[in-house]
């Protein structure tokens, strides 16, 4: 199992209304945990799943906001607990 902390930071700060986040249904349909807000300067989402769920969910995530045009920075901390099953 993987969980990673995940904010994406508009590269123009007038911006941060306008990010698009991972929507719930998204998360839903993977089988993920998640938690996310949004910050005055960034859009905050923890999430915890499968490995190969969680990469699936933050690419998701980045390329959805390229799609509409947002420059983005993401930094993501990611901690790996349990057996690592393919």
């Known amino acids: 199992m993987i969980k990673a ?44 799943g499968h490995p190969n769920e969680v990469w699936n969910a933050l690419r998701h995530l980045f390329q959805e906001n390229l799609a509409h045009g947002h420059d983005v920075v993401m930094v993501t901390t990611m901690t790996y607990w349990g057996v690592f099953s393919e």
């Open 5 to 48: 902390e995940v904010s994406l930071y508009p590269v123009e700060p007038e911006e941060i209304r306008s990010l698009h986040g991972l929507s719930a249904q998204f998360l839903d349909e993977h089988g993920l945990d998640y938690d996310f807000h949004r910050g005055n300067s960034s859009l905050n989402t923890t999430i915890s």
